[in-house]
């Protein structure tokens, strides 16, 4: 879609019955706008996650780009997000917004990737602060991996 059919459809309101459609090319009018070819310069999974006790997290994916994601726990307040050769390690960006229940500032989210190094998953954890223990149950993390090509 150009982006002046995506300015036609938004002017007119026609938006609204394919607002996927039209969040989806938000990416391509950025990459436009910052001189790269406008066909995408990165693929991204955007889900908001919640965990019951030790249970495996309920996804909503709000986004998804990259291809087929598992999503599960992987271990005591351990997530995993795996898709085989897709999650570049050298070339991916996550963002992280913290869950509603997060006891701050007594617990916290971090990064976790055994052996430093896969293309195929990505780990978050969720760790109590003073004693750095894995905690499972949390509700609404909102998280966003961007792979780069």
């Known amino acids: 879609m150009s982006i002046d059919k995506l300015k036609t459809v938004y002017s007119t309101g026609t938006f609204l019955n394919n607002v996927k459609t039209f969040f989806s090319k938000i990416n391509e009018i950025i990459d436009y706008l910052n001189g790269t070819s406008g066909n995408g310069s990165y693929k991204v999974y955007t889900a908001i996650l919640t965990q019951t006790g030790t249970a495996d997290p309920t996804i909503t994916v709000l986004n998804n780009t ?83 090509n």
């Open 66 to 148: 990259i291809g087929n994601i598992t999503v599960s726990r992987y271990g005591g307040g351990i997530i995993e997000f795996n898709s085989i050769s897709k999650l570049k390690i050298n070339k991916r960006v996550v963002f992280i917004s913290p869950p509603s229940n997060l006891d701050y500032p007594n617990n916290y989210f971090q990064s976790y990737d055994d052996e430093g190094v896969s293309d195929d998953y990505y780990r978050l954890v969720q760790k109590e602060m003073s004693t750095g223990d894995p905690m499972d149950n949390f509700s609404n993390i909102q998280i966003e991996i961007r792979v780069y």
